[in-house]
């Protein structure tokens, strides 16, 4: 069993910056594809960013490429989302995943999943 635990979450000014983390317990990280999810009230949950185990692919969604950005540090197990010029759209509970596969964790069947962090981004 795989253990993500988000955090950085918080309120944020439209337009200012927030940097998430998610750290990972369980078998080599580095095996794992990685992705960050956001749901806000009453939507489902989509896709921001997804990264594959040895960080050569990576996808971002077009509602946020050029602000958004994941990275990660294996040797740390964790995996990153920084968030740049946010706007109150942003706002919505981001969840990170993990899955053996990189196709599959850039959807909602990933295997594994975090509790959630809340971005809240005032107007």
């Known amino acids: 069993q795989v253990q993500l635990v988000e955090s950085g979450g918080g309120l944020v000014q439209a337009g200012g910056s927030l940097r998430l983390s998610c750290g990972a317990s369980?078998?080599?990280?580095?095996?794992?594809?990685m992705a960050w999810f956001r749901q806000a009230p009453g939507k489902e949950r989509e896709l921001v960013a997804g990264?594959?185990?040895?960080?050569?692919?990576?996808r971002h969604a077009d509602i946020v490429k050029g602000r958004f950005a994941i990275s990660r540090d294996n040797a740390k197990n964790t995996v990153s989302l920084q968030m740049n010029s946010l706007k109150p759209e942003d706002t919505a509970v981001y969840y990170c995943?993990?899955?053996?596969?990189?196709?599959?964790?850039?959807?909602?069947?990933?295997?594994?999943w975090g509790q959630g962090t809340q971005v809240t981004v005032s107007s």
């Open positions: 990264i594959s185990g040895n960080s050569r692919l990576t």
């Open positions: 995943a993990a899955d053996l596969s990189y196709t599959v964790v850039l959807t909602v069947r990933a295997r594994y």
């Open positions: 369980g078998r080599t990280f580095s095996a794992y594809a």
